[in-house]
């Protein structure tokens, strides 16, 4: 089954030549069924590659999906068209009354910012209140799950001595996890951040589990069941050239930066990047619609009953 999007959303084309299933709202009205709503609260400023990138991870599901774009209320994007956010997204405050059988929580460029200083934190917490009375399951990646574990967990955010930057090998912690369902013993997983969540802490808190973790570079997955919440702070969602990107941009100025690590062949940054992420990107999103899909009340109204 199809993703649900607007046919001029730009994600529609995209995913269209990459051969994803999309499904215009016209046609996805005349089917009896009733998809999983899924919501991306996008944080970060590049909104189009963003959408982009977990479109086309939760869209390659045989479930229909019916994608929602928000974003926070007051905070006002510099980075994208100002017709593209009114035309596609709405804000919190304008869907909070609503239910979501899944909502995906971005990471944002502000981990240099203790949670307090974010000018939006106070309705971001309002955000993770109302997930867990209006939405089944939530997905905080990188930043977003670091500010959702320190939200329901006191779990604090590290700074690190220097950025963690490239391609890590992380082990699979948690084998029947349903969330690591067709996973490898170990996998390869993008990262790209200034700051770390520490295993010790994530071990004192209630009912935690880290599905996946790195020697290099820490844990990654973790699983929260009593707040139905899974935090990822790493990027599986990373296109191939995301990285690259990222190095470009910040080695332009003639800045010293690291090549990222296990990133391109021979760490020869003239060379094209290899994506060894893809497959388990694909599953771990698949395996969380896929228990979105299992557990979800038909009954919309339920959700967070």
């Known amino acids: 089954?199809?993703?649900?999007?607007?046919?001029?959303?730009?994600?529609?084309?995209?995913?269209?030549?990459?051969?994803?299933?999309?499904?215009?709202?016209?046609?996805?009205?005349?089917?009896?069924?009733r998809p999983l709503r899924?919501?991306?609260?996008?944080?970060?400023?590049?909104k189009i590659q963003t959408e982009n990138q977990f479109a086309r991870l939760i869209g390659a599901?045989?479930?229909?999906?019916?994608?929602?774009?928000?974003?926070?209320?007051?905070?006002?994007?510099?980075n994208t068209a100002s017709e593209h956010m009114a035309s596609f997204y709405r804000p919190f405050s304008d869907v909070r009354d609503q239910k979501f059988d899944g909502l995906i929580i971005t990471g944002a460029p502000i981990e240099h910012l203790d949670f307090e200083d974010v000018t939006y934190w106070d309705e971001i917490r309002e955000v993770f209140a109302w997930t867990q009375t209006n939405v089944h399951s939530t997905f905080g990646v990188c930043w977003g799950g670091m500010a959702m574990i320190n939200h329901f967990h006191g779990v604090k955010k590290h700074m690190m001595d220097a950025k963690a930057f490239g391609c890590f090998?992380?082990?699979?912690?948690?084998?029947?996890?349903p969330y690591l369902r067709g996973f490898s013993d170990d996998c390869v997983?993008?990262?790209?951040?200034?700051?770390?969540?520490?295993?010790?802490?994530?071990?004192?808190?209630?009912?935690?589990?880290?599905?996946?973790?790195?020697?290099?570079?820490?844990?990654?997955?973790?699983?929260?069941?009593?707040?139905r919440a899974v935090y990822i702070f790493n990027h599986f969602e990373y296109d191939s050239d995301t990285l690259k990107q990222e190095y470009d941009?910040?080695?332009?100025?003639?800045?010293?930066?690291?090549?990222?690590?296990?990133?391109?062949?021979d760490d020869d940054?003239?060379?094209?990047?290899?994506?060894?992420?893809?497959?388990?990107?694909?599953?771990?999103?698949?395996?969380?619609?896929?228990?979105?899909?299992?557990?979800?009340?038909?009954?919309?109204?339920?959700?967070?009953?």
Request: with cysteine; net charge negative; glycine share 6%.
């Open 38 to 46: 899924i919501g991306l609260l996008n944080l970060m400023p590049k």
């Open 189 to 227: 997983v993008p990262v790209s951040r200034w700051t770390e969540v520490h295993q010790g802490e994530i071990d004192a808190a209630t009912g935690l589990t880290t599905l996946l973790g790195s020697d290099e570079v820490g844990p990654c997955l973790v699983q929260d069941p009593a707040h």
């Open 1 to 33: 089954m199809p993703i649900k999007i607007p046919s001029d959303l730009p994600a529609y084309d995209v995913l269209k030549s990459e051969g994803v299933m999309v499904m215009s709202e016209d046609h996805a009205a005349r089917q009896e069924i």
């Open 61 to 78: 599901t045989p479930i229909q999906i019916e994608f929602s774009l928000i974003r926070m209320s007051q905070h006002k994007t510099k």
């Open 249 to 265: 941009r910040d080695a332009a100025p003639g800045a010293a930066i690291d090549v990222p690590v296990n990133y391109y062949p």
């Open 169 to 177: 090998r992380h082990q699979n912690l948690a084998p029947a996890s």
């Open 269 to 305: 940054p003239t060379r094209a990047p290899q994506n060894r992420w893809r497959s388990h990107a694909h599953l771990l999103y698949g395996n969380w619609i896929n228990e979105i899909y299992q557990t979800t009340p038909f009954d919309m109204d339920l959700i967070g009953g």
